[in-house]
């Protein structure tokens, strides 16, 4: 993979830009933008902004054309048997609602998710558990803090009709074991649903392979606009879910007692749709697929070795998971005894424009349980260098010398 000739296409990125040389380490929370989904979104804007799927016009007909093309372009990303099991969402967050208040839950059902859940895939299950008295369990972790097949079937059995997984932790970057959790889930009638918003940008996801149930990632994470994301569902199971939120663009008729919903995906999109992040998403897809995932992981793991061999001999440094690289994607986290985490990144921004997160990173309950009270996460993508990684190396030195 050509580091340099893909890093043109980012503007933000680009030498001799307008703007300063960042060094940007905050891909866990959202990526930069390449040019192909920049012009995407800027040509819906300028040349078409209309109404798809709704009027009948050229304006109309095209738009209608390029979200259909966007989802096929989702669907052949994830190797979907249908484009119709491609729901359009805001984000992860949105899907995963989507699934929690439409699957038909009783009191007593139990929903299982691990203890390194982002709270996308934590609260919604709380609040059905209050609210449709639902069991929701917790599965811990190895003592290497990652997933444990073992805690994990000890908790499996027919009362079980949901397994609810972040693929790869924003927390740490490691993936759990998806086709054995799927396979053991299936067994006992559960079905899977699997948080892939670290894992979309990163791996090749084969959803019929897997025998994935239902599938939420974002597009802000992979290159797509903000407020752009997928929910997969197989199509028989989408068929039987009633939608979450209804009105304009999921009926194909009603009358004042009663209406008709339309088909699976449009009975789950409700209302005007944002089309120029629907078109941009696809944008990202397809540039995705150019790339290649394989070139992407060797890349992140490259980097990620870099850095934790770099700081590992810092005093007082402490990783969030695994000191095992090999286990890890493109992200390092990490925290110093006594120290605010939080001004380690602020002096990383300031001393050479180096963008890490600091903080919980959404997953405060993992932090609360082991008393710790924040990190710094650098989360590297393909386009990051192994220069920039030396770069963080070494103002973090600089940095723990004087805090």
Known sequence: MDVKKIRREFPLLEENSKHR????????????????????????????????????????????NRVASARQSLARLINAASEKEIIFTRNTTEGINLVANALALEPGDVVLVSDKEHNSNLIPWQVAAKKRGILLKIIPSAPDETFSLANFESLLDSRVKLVSIGWTSNLDGVSVPAAEIIKKAHQVGALVLLDAAQAAP?????????????????????????????????????????????????????????????????????????????????????????????????????????????????????????????????????????????????????MANIQVRSGQHCVHSWFHSRQVKGSVRASAYFYNTEEEARAFISNLIKIRKVL
């Not at 597009?219 to 979450?244: A, I, Q, R, T, W």
Request: aromatic share 10%; with cysteine; charged share 20%.
């Open 21 to 64: 040389q960042y060094i940007y380490f905050d891909n866990a929370c959202q990526s930069l933008r390449p040019r192909p989904v920049i012009d995407a979104i800027m040509a819906y804007y300028r040349d078409w902004s209309a109404c798809g799927g709704r009027s009948n016009h050229q304006l109309s007909t095209e738009v209608t």
């Open 202 to 350: 990163h791996q090749k996801i084969n959803v019929r392979g897997l025998d994935i149930d239902f599938l939420a990632f974002s597009g802000h994470k992979m290159l797509g606009p903000s407020g752009s994301g997928v929910l997969y569902g197989k199509l028989s199971l989408l068929d039987k879910l009633d939608p979450f939120l209804v009105g304009g663009d999921t009926v194909a008729s009603s009358t004042y007692e009663t209406c008709q919903f339309l088909p699976p995906p449009e009975k789950f999109e409700a209302g005007l749709q944002d089309y120029a992040g629907i078109i941009g998403l696809g944008a990202a897809a397809q540039f995705l697929m150019q790339v290649g995932f394989d070139a992407i992981q060797k890349q992140e793991q490259l980097l990620t070795q870099i850095i934790m061999d770099g700081i590992k001999d810092l005093p007082g440094l402490h990783w969030i998971g695994t000191p095992d690289y090999k286990k890890r994607g493109g992200i390092t986290t990490f925290y110093f005894d006594g120290v605010d985490m939080h001004q380690v990144a602020i002096m990383l921004d300031q």
